[in-house]
């Protein structure tokens, strides 16, 4: 599986959009970009995954770039509820009976009131 | 839906205890996960189930740890006998299909064995 980089840390005021940016440069043309994140305290939450086209939801929005090196998760309108560690995951979306999700550092986003 | 259930949500021992925690999945998800979270060693994957089969046992960390999965709703994480050093957080996870990491956690279980 490629390895992510991500940044430790960035924060955003509250109302404005976060964009929190992920470098998977060794990616295959089979894995998918997955974002994940945990809120203190709690359990990781799926936010969204995408492969080659950038993604909406209710959460967030992903945007892949062409040659799909990296990619930037967005939250368009951050509250103080989003501050959470964000970790972007790349993953074969069928890769024999491993289906472990691999966590790294993560980006830790603060934001401020 | 009540999301992934875990149960307790604290549990402190002592040494040599044995320790169950327990999981009820989300309903009609097919592939269990069992993961242990610390600071040291950040998010690690235990075992995983599908279809209440042990697929991947490779992370559980010694023969202390047992796992097993009765059936489709429950799930049982076993350390007999606990030590200090299990001390985590321990977090059950399940996903509809058995190909997609879109996987939903549970709230964990903050394990302390003094």
């Known amino acids: 599986d490629a390895k992510t980089t991500q940044p430790t840390s960035m924060d955003c005021a509250e109302g404005r959009a976060a964009n929190l940016p992920c470098n998977h440069s060794t990616i295959s043309g089979n894995e998918y970009v997955y974002w994940y994140r945990q809120i203190h305290s709690q359990g990781p939450q799926y936010i969204i995954h995408g492969l080659k086209n950038n993604e909406t939801n209710e959460m967030a929005s992903l945007i892949i770039t062409e040659d799909r090196k990296s990619s930037t998760l967005i939250l368009p309108h951050a509250t103080l509820r989003d501050t959470a560690v964000y970790y972007c995951?790349?993953?074969?979306?069928?890769?024999?009976?491993?289906?472990?999700?691999?966590f790294g550092s993560g980006t830790q986003l603060t934001v401020l009131p | 839906d009540a999301g992934v259930i875990q149960s307790p949500r604290h549990e402190v021992t002592e040494m040599g205890q044995e320790v169950t925690l327990r999981c009820k999945p989300i309903?009609?998800?097919?592939?269990l996960f069992w993961y242990r979270q610390t600071m040291m060693r950040g998010l690690e994957l235990l075992i995983y189930?599908?279809?209440?089969?042990?697929?991947?046992d490779s992370g559980m960390p010694e023969d202390r740890f047992s796992a097993k999965m009765p059936n489709a709703s429950f799930s049982t994480l076993k350390i007999q006998p606990s030590e200090p050093r299990d001390s985590a957080v321990y977090f059950c996870a399940s996903t509809r299909d058995s190909r997609s990491y879109e996987q939903y956690f549970g709230p964990g279980t903050r394990l302390t064995v003094t």
């Open positions: 995951i790349v993953r074969v979306s069928s890769s024999g009976s491993a289906r472990q999700l691999t």
């Open positions: 189930f599908n279809n209440n089969v042990p697929i991947d």
């Open positions: 309903s009609g998800h097919n592939s």
